[in-house]
Antibody, heavy 117, light 115 residues
Framework: QVQLQQWGAGLLKPSETLSLTCAVSGGSFSGYYWSWIRQSPGKGLEWIGEVKPGGTTRSNPSVESRVTISADTSKDQVSLSLTSVTAADTAVYYC???????????WGKGTTVTVSS | QAVLTQASSLSASPGASASLTCTLR?????????IYWYQQKPGSPPQFLLR?????????GSGVPSRFSGSKDATANAAILLISGLQSEDEADYYCMVWHDTAWVFGGGTKLTVL
């Protein structure tokens, strides 16, 4: 079945850039949207943005000016870049398969990112 | 005012039914939205449960038991996740989600305790 493996730096200083990667295996990559979602400690879920390999990207207005989401079809990977991080960006970051039929039917295990000086 | 509002917590007994409510902001109508529901257990990512717009436009997530179902209360401008025959394993956080304007928006989540 489809599996998502995530990785990236877990500890950042304020003003640095968050970079995460999500590798897709076991299923179609180009046929779906892929989203990044985050969850702050003890808080709810926030959709960050999505990418369709070879196509469009969309992002949440709350982070739009700082976020870049891209897809590499040669590696079946999706990447997230978030610039100028602050403590408010401390969260568990998830990648997930996204579609109108069932958004978030497959999720990565999550990557904990802490922003601290 | 938040787009989606959920009660922070709910308790119910094993074997009973639980209705989790997701209320839409007053200026938007629940009838026009597809509502998505997720279950999240501690230390795990959310899991897609189902989507519901109407009795004619709904879909259960893969492997999700039929005792999880969706509905709407137009009078309350709310979506409802009904869990029947509660089991201890249903104890979790539940989130609703919609596509609104230009973003996917989650409710704040309801912590369901089964005791």
């Amino acid at each position: 079945q489809v599996q998502l493996q995530q990785w990236g730096a877990g500890l950042l200083k304020p003003s640095e850039t968050l970079s995460l990667t999500c590798a897709v295996s076991g299923g179609s990559f180009s046929g779906y949207y892929w989203s990044w979602i985050r969850q702050s400690p003890g808080k709810g879920l926030e959709w960050i943005g999505e990418v369709k390999p070879g196509g469009t990207t969309r992002s949440n207005p709350s982070v739009e000016s700082r976020v870049t989401i891209s897809a590499d079809t040669s590696k079946d990977q999706v990447s997230l870049s978030l610039t100028s991080v602050t403590a408010a960006d401390t969260a568990v970051y998830y990648c997930a398969r996204w579609s109108w039929a069932g958004p978030g039917d497959v999720w990565g295990k999550g990557t904990t990112v802490t922003v601290s000086s | 005012q938040a787009v989606l509002t959920q009660a922070s917590s709910l308790s119910a007994s094993p074997g009973a039914s639980a209705s989790l409510t997701c209320t839409l902001r007053s200026d938007i109508s629940v009838g026009t939205y597809m509502i998505y529901w997720y279950q999240q257990k501690p230390g795990s990512p959310p899991q897609f449960l189902l989507r519901y717009k109407s009795d004619f436009d709904k879909k259960q997530g893969s492997g999700v038991p039929s005792r999880f179902s969706g509905s709407k209360d137009a009078t309350a401008n709310a979506a409802i996740l009904l869990i029947s025959g509660l089991q201890s394993e249903d104890e979790a956080d539940y989130y609703c989600m919609v596509w609104h304007d230009t973003a996917w928006v989650f409710g704040g989540g309801t912590k369901l305790t089964v005791l």
